[in-house]
């Protein structure tokens, strides 16, 4: 994220915070596909990232006040997305474990044609990595951030990022490997 768009944030924020409706729109129309996208990735699913998004414009608005670094907007809106797609994940597991105890069907989605494009089978391949790595690989190289902002992003420790980053990119390269081969 460059300097400049901290900048612009800083400033919507410090005028959104003031009561400033155009700042806040700026704002929301600045971030909000950025934290959608983020949503969307924890989620897998536009529904509930759309419900998750939503929720945290919410928070964002009435925590704007204790927000310390404005230049800061935007990994702090993304904790909240995270912290919200967590409890909305947490709710699918759960039924999910209820849906088996009750030995509900669940339909399975075909897999997509072998003769996808490179750029679908990586998108495809981002997909098999377990949510919280491709979280990490997502902020870090389709949202510019570094591994700082990465760890404020998904209320982790910077090693936990640079881990995920790791064990995400051996897992990339296995997937792709057996694309490739397969």
Not at 16 to 40: C, M, T
């Amino acid at each position: 994220m460059s300097d400049i768009a901290r900048l612009e944030d800083a400033v919507q924020v410090a005028g959104a915070r003031l009561g400033d409706r155009a700042a806040w729109d700026s704002l929301v129309r600045r971030r909000g596909p950025r934290l959608y996208a983020h949503a969307r990735r924890l989620t897998d699913s536009a529904e509930a990232a759309q419900d998750v998004v939503q929720d945290a414009w919410i928070e964002v608005m009435r925590g704007l006040g204790g927000l310390r670094d404005d230049h800061a907007f935007l990994p702090w809106a993304l904790r909240i997305v995270t912290r919200r797609a967590a409890r909305v994940i947490r709710g699918q597991v759960a039924d999910r474990r209820l849906a088996r105890e009750f030995a509900v069907e669940q339909v399975l989605v075909p897999e997509a044609a072998e003769t996808a494009l490179p750029e679908q089978a990586l998108t495809r391949a981002i997909g098999q990595l377990p949510r919280d790595q491709a979280a990490a690989l997502a902020l870090f190289y389709l949202e510019d951030m570094r591994v700082a902002e990465v760890a404020v992003a998904l209320d982790i420790p910077p090693g936990t990022v640079k881990t995920r980053l790791m064990l995400a990119r051996l897992k990339l390269r296995v997937i792709m490997q057996g694309v490739d081969h397969g």
